[in-house]
């Protein structure tokens, strides 16, 4: 994304974001709230709107609404902080439903892979309830072999331990984890800095709608450049 | 009673008219109203713009004044239409607007990260309105869309002002010629209306013990 600005009104979510992440990167964002850096994330598969710049994957421009934008967010998927997941259907008819209505896949075939991708993120025998009668951090896991099922180029991850228990972000996390070693390519807004030491090649310290710093983890938790990212890392770490 | 038994004939013509302008009714004002909700919630702005001049214009003018445009407006640019037909219309094109917000209303209720997640796996607008979107709705304006459907039963009467032969229109009928029977007559005309009513508030709220969604 190159030159990307949005507005809320009169307030600059976005001031002139340049940001390029390659195939198998994993970037994980943070900042203080408010900094834009979730808006940031909602823009890669235009569920924000910009005003100015450009967003291009791979070499695609992000196409205005309509079938050709429905088709790009096929490939790019996305966890929301609060799972969003369908709450009138049953956990495998949620997996299976991208591949079956986006995809065009058999209801057999979507329903094989759905199963592999439930036990492979630990939630296989929760297949047939729905969500609600899961815990949050099955139900995000569930969201996240949701979101796998489309076979996606790119992964987003908004907040996506923010709304779980303590001792359930562990089990989200070891699930993405999975995923960075993997290979895929992910952008990942979150506060878990554990994560981000753990999985991630770089790390993007946001600020009042401008990225401030982007480096390797070691570099920027251990020597930040900018004050404002030494001040935020002192807070936050102190605890 | 007995004048009930005698005139058991006129009663049950009026009773199957009024059941089937119901009827027919009730079809035009679900399919029409479900698609003016989706207009009124659709991304592009004429759409919405033309749904809610629609809901505005049927839901501020009086039914009556409705069938009048209907049977005796529209011949008026040569387009006549029969009583019983114009009935239907003007009944379903009217309760049309109220379904368009009671199913709108529901709509609203269906959190707007449902609508992003369908519309983040890449289903169109139509795809994640069909599969997400209403079928959630639905569940949650089942006892309001009761409400109308039943105001819509007892709004059949008005065409018994319009030379529709429903149930309403027995009651000057029947009195005029048999006075004396005036309690007869509205207890008859009563019950014609509850036995498709009462089974409809029965219905709805089975269906929305059946449909119960857990959050």
Redesign the interface.
Known sequence: MSGVDKWFGELHVLQDIDLSIDRGEVVVVIGPSGSGKSTLCRTINRLESIENGEITIDGQKLPAEGKELAKLRADVGMVFQSFNLFAHKSVLENVTMGPIKVRKQSKADAEKRARELLDRVGVGAQADKVPAQLSGGQQQRVAIARALAMDPKVMLFDEPTSALDPEMINEVLEVMVGLARDGMTMVVVTHEMGFARKAANRVVFMDGGRIVESATPEEFFTNPSSDRAKDFLSKILNH | MQFLIDNFDLFWDAFLTTLSLSLLACLVALVLGTLLAAMRVS?IAPLRGLATFYVETFRNTPLTVVFFFMIFGLPQIDFVIGFFTGAVLSVGLYTAAFVCEALRSGINSV?P??A??????????G?SLR??VL??AF?TVVPPLGNVLIAMVKNTSIAAGFSVSELSSLLPRLVNASAGDLTAILVGVVVGYMIITLPSALAVHRIERRVA???
């Open positions: 991304p959190s990260g449902q992003e997640a369908a519309r983040a796996l890449g289903l169109t607008f795809q599969e997400v079928p959630q569940r969604i857990l959050r």
